[in-house]
């Protein structure tokens, strides 16, 4: 005799209606196994939320919004690449710029008017940005914030956060 849980499922076959039974019940049992997990597949919640970004405080109505999302205190350093990267064309007053599909958890932003369009923060030669620059919970500091002080907290939900440039020269 078998000794396993389904002894129907696994046991020896002596004849060929008993056969034909645990045939019919092993594919019944397999059948819903499969939708059982299935039906788990699709109730699961998404965890990939998106993080809207509103820019506020765009002189001109040239160059180029850029920003870039960090997702741990390293990239915040420079030391790893960046989450993400986006732009956006500038207008006079406000631009917004969603990061879609992000999983749950910390991120600072850091955006810059790019007027001139050369990709780079323009900076003057004491190390002052020479363009507008804004960075997520707009800490009010005269050094480049840490990832402690200008991360969001990402979770299930989708995020809208706020940055006001600073305009310095």
Do not use: Q
């Given at each position: 005799?078998?000794?396993t849980?389904?002894?129907?499922?696994?046991?020896?076959?002596?004849?060929?209606?008993?056969?034909?039974?645990?045939?019919?019940?092993?594919?019944?049992?397999?059948?819903?196994?499969?939708?059982?997990?299935?039906?788990?597949a699709?109730?699961?919640?998404?965890?990939?939320?998106?993080?809207?970004?509103?820019?506020?405080?765009?002189?001109?109505?040239?160059?180029?919004?850029?920003?870039?999302?960090?997702?741990?205190?390293?990239?915040?350093?420079?030391?790893?690449?960046?989450?993400a990267?986006?732009?956006?064309?500038?207008?006079?007053?406000?631009?917004?710029?969603t990061?879609?599909?992000?999983?749950p958890?910390?991120?600072?932003?850091?955006?810059?008017?790019?007027?001139?369009?050369?990709?780079?923060?323009?900076?003057?030669?004491?190390?002052?940005?020479?363009?507008?620059?804004?960075?997520?919970?707009?800490?009010?500091?005269m050094?480049?914030?840490?990832?402690?002080?200008?991360?969001?907290?990402?979770?299930?939900?989708?995020?809208?956060?706020t940055?006001?440039?600073?305009?310095?020269?």
């Amino acid at each position: 005799m078998c000794n396993t849980p389904f002894p129907v499922l696994f046991s020896r076959v002596h004849s060929s209606t008993y056969s034909k039974l645990s045939l019919r019940r092993a594919r019944r049992f397999t059948a819903v196994a499969i939708g059982i997990a299935c039906v788990g597949a699709i109730c699961t919640p998404a965890t990939a939320t998106d993080l809207t970004v509103k820019v506020e405080g765009i002189r001109e109505a040239r160059g180029t919004i850029r920003l870039e999302l960090d997702g741990s205190a390293a990239a915040w350093d420079n030391k790893e690449k960046p989450t993400a990267l986006g732009s956006t064309p500038a207008v006079i007053g406000a631009v917004t710029y969603t990061f879609k599909g992000l999983p749950p958890g910390r991120y600072a932003v850091g955006v810059y008017h790019d007027a001139n369009d050369n990709g780079e923060l323009d900076m003057n030669l004491v190390g002052i940005p020479k363009e507008d620059f804004g960075i997520s919970n707009d800490p009010n500091l005269m050094r480049k914030p840490t990832f402690e002080e200008s991360h969001v907290d990402v979770g299930d939900a989708d995020r809208h956060i706020t940055i006001h440039l600073k305009h310095l020269i």
